[in-house]
């Protein structure tokens, strides 16, 4: 459709995507806190922490990689380090950038977070699509980011300054 206003089935469409853009992630980071101790955001950190090469990134990647601000980041790692998930060290190779590395504390906080975190997915999402539904699932999933990447950020030199929207 390409009128002002969503067709009724893309109304649908799109309050039932709003509804589950709140739901689950608040059920996820609740499964976390209950079992685990950690918050939705620490254990996203915690993953790309855990994946990366000797378990350390610099800032900007772990904010590439979650889609993040450079402040949200900061504030995050901070709490972190706090409870000794994380470390921020300084890169010798250029002393004005730092790494964020996994601690022992916070590799066993992973580690022991991430079963329960996949069987909940699992029970939440995975296990009430058939076969078919999981893969038209992933496909649109794909579309949509694929679309949302060919988009000027904020601030990009296609997107005049003040000119985001709160869809954006």
């Known amino acids: 459709m390409t009128g002002a206003w969503l067709s009724d089935d893309e109304q ?12 689950l992630p608040a059920a ?8 685990c101790g950690l918050t939705l ?3 996203e950190v915690l993953v790309q922490l855990s994946e990366a090469p000797e378990r350390r990134l610099r800032p900007f990647q772990v904010c590439e990689a979650l889609n993040w601000e450079q402040s949200r980041l900061s504030h995050q790692l901070t709490r972190m380090e706090r409870r000794g998930l994380v470390l921020r060290r300084e890169c010798v190779v250029d002393g004005r950038g730092a790494f964020v590395e996994l601690t022992p504390a916070g ?3 992973i580690d022991a977070a991430a079963p329960r975190h996949v069987a909940t997915v699992r029970g ?5 699509l058939s076969d078919a539904q999981r893969a038209t699932f992933a496909h649109v999933c794909a579309a949509i980011v694929a679309a949302l ?15 985001e929207t709160a869809g954006s």
Do not use: K
């Open 149 to 163: 990447s060919e988009q000027p950020g904020p601030g990009s030199p296609d997107r005049p300054a003040g000119t």
């Open 12 to 23: 649908q469409a799109w309050r039932a995507y709003l509804q589950l853009s709140s739901l």
């Open 28 to 35: 996820l980071n609740r499964q976390l806190q209950q079992d």
């Open 41 to 43: 955001p620490e254990y």
């Open 124 to 128: 939440l999402v995975f296990d009430r």
């Open 107 to 109: 590799a066993a906080a």
